[in-house]
């Protein structure tokens, strides 16, 4: 079976191809979501990956309603566009990253059936510090490590939360860097939110759907953020997170 690694990279590749060939030039938009898996044969979701990773590369920009509109690329784009391709070419993975989607996994799933009124309180101040980071321009990594601690204890499983704690240290410091990744930030947001949706819900299968997409997002932020880029862009603007347009 084909990785979906492997077919996100097929998505961005012939995207990057669409761009350097100047088949589709600065200030156009390029194929839609209902194209570009109509003519590569893969899923939506591969589709919005690669996206997500054009736009937090600078080379494209995505606006509701409006879709991917092709950014003039600088030569720092294109060295980081190259950085990220060969990245996700490679058969390595994180293996920290790989870990949080087995522990946490199973950790919300916990979470989802057995959460009591002072860890849904947890999570929901965590979530609070979070937008408040946001709202000062200041990035919520201590704030994303609170919620995942919350979820941890609310797992209700000692031994699970040991492991989870043994992790923060290493993993605070790779929060802190991909936060500096442009969208990262109000995507963590989401996710969170969606999580915690679930959570509340008492629902284990969608909780961990939700987790394990809100981890693969930070994986791909954090192998966006080993490329070297040096700060965060001014913010977008509204709307310019959305998905692209159908």
């Known amino acids: 079976m084909i990785r979906r ?11 990057i191809a669409q761009i350097k060939s100047g088949q589709v030039k600065p200030g156009e938009k390029l194929p839609t979501e209902k194209e570009l898996t109509q003519t590569l044969g893969v ?10 990773s054009l736009q937090a590369l600078q080379l494209v920009s995505i606006r509701a309603a409006v879709g991917a509109v092709v950014n003039e690329p600088t030569p720092r784009a294109w060295f980081n566009a190259d950085l990220f391709a060969a990245t996700i ?11 949080r989607k087995i522990l946490e996994g199973g950790l919300v799933s916990l979470a989802a059936e057995k959460a009591d009124h002072l860890d849904i309180l947890a999570m929901s101040k965590s979530i ?13 990594y201590q704030a994303d490590v609170s919620f995942h601690t919350a979820v941890a204890v609310a797992s ?52 961990r759907s939700a987790m394990r997409a809100h981890l693969e ?15 965060r862009l001014p913010e977008d603007e509204p709307g310019d997170q959305e998905r692209v347009a159908e």
């Open 89 to 99: 070419h490679s058969e390595q993975r994180d293996a920290q990253a790989e870990f």
């Open 43 to 52: 899923s939506r979701t591969c589709v919005r990956e690669a996206m997500k």
């Open 156 to 207: 209700k499983n000692p031994i699970a939360e040991m492991v989870w704690r043994s992790i923060v240290p290493p993993l605070t410091e790779q929060l802190k860097t991909s936060s500096m990744v442009p969208n990262a930030r109000e995507e963590g947001l989401r996710d969170h939110l969606r999580i915690f949706s679930a959570i509340t819900e008492r629902n284990p299968e969608k909780a």
């Open 128 to 140: 609070a510090a979070y937008e408040d980071a946001i709202s000062k321009g200041e990035a919520p």
């Open 217 to 231: 997002n930070a994986e791909r932020n954090w192998m966006i953020a080993k490329t070297g880029m040096p700060s």
């Open 5 to 15: 690694e492997t077919l996100t990279s097929r998505v961005f590749d012939y995207l």
